[in-house]
């Protein structure tokens, strides 16, 4: 058992590691509760085990890829980051204000479910780092598991349920700062996260060109 230990580090590394997914699972915590929070990092567990299944089942032609277009991935990567977190930031802007209460600012009452799940899947599944960092666990760990693909597949599934349990506390700690905030607070973190995901993008995009 002791070959399968490395996948908690990885897994608590996995979960505070700043990026896009981060700041926008904490601050869907504070604005629409935890159920939608849990809902977007299902979306994210979801999008890593597609990312888990391509770089397994194509590791060697896909780090050829990789190695050869590198500069395009990030360019991609980027464009999409940059897209996604630009059109969200326009609809905050746009979206008024909810009026306050006693108890701090609203929480949207029944958030779609199903759009939190996609919009989890789709912010994780854009940043082509999230892919890099899977293939290169998998080069890494693969040999040391003997390449058996149950072994494999077990450390991975410690390294999503490590991550997992960590961001449940997370958007628990998150929520619980709900009552502390106004709607004009909770708008400006939201500003702040997708402006946030927007370098990220632009950072992409700076490495692919340069």
């Known amino acids: 058992m002791s070959e399968f230990l490395p996948a908690i580090p990885i897994g608590i590394v996995l979960a505070f590691t700043i990026g896009p997914v981060f700041f926008t699972v904490l601050e869907t915590s504070i ?121 494999i597949y077990l450390f991975f599934i410690i390294i999503i349920s490590t991550y997992f349990t960590i961001d449940l506390g997370k958007i628990y700690l998150a929520q619980q700062l709900k009552k502390k905030l106004t709607d004009m607070v909770i708008k400006t973190i939201k500003i702040v996260v997708n402006s946030f995901i927007v370098i990220c993008g632009l950072f992409l995009i700076f490495k692919g060109i340069v």
């Open 31 to 151: 604005s629409k509760g935890i159920k939608a929070a849990i809902f977007v990092d299902i979306g994210v567990v979801l999008s890593d085990v597609m990312f888990f299944i391509i770089a397994f089942f194509s590791t060697n032609s896909l780090l050829n890829s990789i190695e050869e277009n590198t500069d395009s991935w990030y360019f991609l990567g980027g464009v999409l980051l940059v897209a996604y977190a630009g059109v969200s930031l326009i609809k905050i802007i746009q979206e008024k204000n909810n009026p306050e209460n006693k108890e701090g600012a609203l929480i949207e009452n029944s958030p779609n479910l199903l759009k939190m799940v996609v919009k989890g899947f789709l912010l994780n599944i854009i940043n082509v780092v999230v892919l890099f960092y899977w293939v290169g666990i998998i080069l890494y760990f693969g040999p040391q598991l003997e390449m058996n693909e149950s072994k």
